[in-house]
């Protein structure tokens, strides 16, 4: 049964008629788009089909979801990963209809003061070290782990949308941090699993930007003892 309903690359309609789909149910149910940016397919699985040695162990979607991002003060948001966020809707490519729609919001936002991130040097040495919270991990000695050089291209400016929850007061919020955003350029080859590489151009969330130091994993475990 599996293999029978299988999908196939010939079996994806193209980028403009999962768009298209995706607008038609927008606008029947009045749905404003204004204030997003033009919508983009999220087409991961054939990046990944298009590395692949072997094809037949990639699995097709049947699903495929549409992101029209959303533009504060007049630049477009990410997320924390670097991918594009906004209004997400999922379509159903075997039956060409919405299967889903999330991240409907009123948008409506407060401005603050901030002291501006803007050495240079620390940028670009940020950006080198994988962005803002890039988290990592560290393989034992002699594990067989392709390396690859992952390359930036020229910055644009973005927002950046980040979640913070307020200890003191058991509240949360949504931040919207002006960034750079570094393109990966080299994504297909390698492989990374990034689309671009964010550092954020405010000092109080880069002095936030706490990077864990993960233990080699050939390096012997505490037993919890207490070390002199």
């Known amino acids: 049964c599996y293999n029978r309903y299988r ?13 298209a789909t995706a607008n038609q149910f927008l606008a029947e149910y009045s749905v404003n ?6 919508p983009i397919v999220q087409n991961y699985w054939l990046q990944e089909y298009e590395r692949a040695a072997d094809k037949s162990t990639i699995y097709i979607p049947d699903t495929v979801n ?32 919405v299967s889903s729609v999330y991240e409907i919001t009123t948008q409506q936002y407060s401005k603050s003061n901030y002291l501006g991130f803007t050495d240079e040097e620390a940028i670009v040495d940020l950006a080198e070290k994988g962005g803002f919270r890039n988290y990592y991990s560290i393989y034992p000695a002699g594990s067989n782990v392709k390396k690859v050089v992952v390359e930036l291209g020229t910055p644009s400016v973005g927002m950046m949308r980040l979640w913070q929850y307020n200890e003191l007061f058991g509240t949360s919020e949504d931040l919207y941090v002006p960034s750079l955003i570094f393109p990966v350029t080299n994504k297909a080859e390698t492989g990374y699993y990034r689309d671009n590489i964010i550092v954020p151009l405010v000092k109080e969330i880069i002095d936030s930007n706490e990077q864990p130091q993960p233990i080699p994993l050939d390096l012997p475990v505490s037993d919890g003892a207490a070390a002199e």
């Open 7 to 19: 999908m196939t690359p010939a079996d994806m309609p193209s980028d403009e008629v999962i768009i």
């Open 33 to 38: 788009t204004s204030n997003y940016g033009q």
């Open 66 to 97: 549409v992101i029209y991002p959303y533009i504060v003060d007049g630049k477009a948001v990410f997320d924390e990963g670097g991918y594009p966020g906004g209004l997400n809707v999922s379509v159903n490519v075997r039956h060409n209809i």
